[in-house]
């Protein structure tokens, strides 16, 4: 076979590993990937820590959802590195189920945490009238409910060897059930959520008109989030999607070597990504993030600092 095209199928190494596709022997792809994986790690960490060390953005329920996020965006990829580290490790079947199980169940949090996200946002928006819909209580159970789901949907392969498994006796179950779990389950809660606020809220705009000033803002701001969720899961979508597929169905085709590191480095940059756009996207911490650059390496007088500070507050 030609040197620029790589199966898919015969890439795995002969030991019964835990091995996906995404973590090819690929030196260049490795290159590529452990950096944007340490990024990604880096900036959600800070993100995290700005959020909970602030208490005006404590205050902010909607906070909680990318946090979430970002949480669960670090579980993953120091799961992907520590496969890397691993790929020459020769794994029992025991060990390959623990590993996949981790994996899986980092892949699921991050999946339904945007499931997690959309289904509180319809019960905040749809039935606002509600107050339990928008209390706290409700927003750290349906959190709660995806940890829980993502933990029991990913408990079956302590059980059974997964597609992670090469030597697997049940690899035609275990794979269309992760298929149907990991992917397709949450895309249609996402999708039937929006689809539900959507449909809210061109019935509602009349009545918004009439409203006041206050909740005007509120259904802006919920809507803005909306759209904030719904491009964060069609990016994570998008970069892990194609890749996903190959390695549960094992699809033996001939690529370009370009294109394989493409699809390596693709779901690691679409976490990047995400990761980056929720911090920008989130007015109030770019803001604070732009004040302290301000303060910490230009080093402007304070009455300049200050007189910048209320520029932004009028802005928000």
């Known amino acids: 076979m030609n040197n620029n095209f790589i199966n898919t199928k015969n890439s795995h190494p002969p030991s019964n590993q835990t091995q996906l596709f995404v973590f090819s022997k690929d030196s260049v792809a490795d290159m590529i990937e452990?950096?944007?994986l340490s990024l990604t790690i880096l900036f959600a960490i800070v993100y995290t820590i700005l959020i909970f060390s602030r208490p005006v953005f404590r205050h902010n329920k909607l906070n909680w959802f990318t946090?979430?996020?970002?949480?669960?965006?670090v579980l993953l990829c120091i799961n992907i590195l520590v496969m890397h580290a691993e790929q020459n490790d020769q794994s029992s079947s025991i060990i390959c189920r623990v590993r996949a199980f981790f994996l899986l169940s980092a892949v699921n949090q991050l999946m339904y945490s945007h499931c997690v996200a959309a289904i509180s946002r319809m019960l905040?928006?749809?039935?606002?009238?509600?107050?339990f819909s928008r209390s706290n209580t409700c927003l750290?159970?349906?959190i709660s409910i995806g940890w829980l789901l993502a933990f029991l949907l990913s408990s079956l392969n302590l059980f059974l060897d997964s597609y992670t498994c090469l030597q697997s006796t049940s690899s035609d179950f275990i794979s269309h059930?992760?298929?149907v779990t990991t992917l397709i389950i949450p895309i249609v809660i996402v999708t039937v959520c929006n689809g539900r606020i959507l449909r809210h809220v061109r019935q509602s705009t009349r009545q918004l008109r009439a409203q006041g000033t206050q909740a005007r803002l509120a259904h802006t701001r919920d809507m803005y989030l909306l759209k904030v969720?719904?491009?964060t899961f069609v990016v994570f979508l998008v970069g892990w999607t194609p890749i996903f597929l190959m390695q549960i169905f094992g699809m033996s085709v001939d690529i370009p070597r370009f294109l394989t590191i493409i699809l390596h480095v693709l779901p690691s940059a679409a976490m990047l990504h995400?990761?980056?756009f929720l911090i920008f996207t989130n007015k109030p911490v770019r803001l604070f993030i732009k004040q302290f650059v301000i303060r910490r390496r230009l080093k402007f007088p304070a009455n300049i600092v200050?007189?910048?500070q209320q520029q932004n507050r009028n802005q928000m």
């Open 34 to 36: 452990i950096p944007i």
């Open 67 to 73: 946090v979430n996020i970002c949480i669960s965006t």
């Open 124 to 131: 905040a928006i749809v039935h606002a009238k509600k107050s």
């Open 140 to 142: 750290f159970i349906c």
């Open 177 to 179: 059930y992760t298929l």
């Open 229 to 231: 969720m719904i491009v």
């Open 274 to 276: 995400d990761t980056l």
């Open 306 to 308: 200050a007189v910048f």
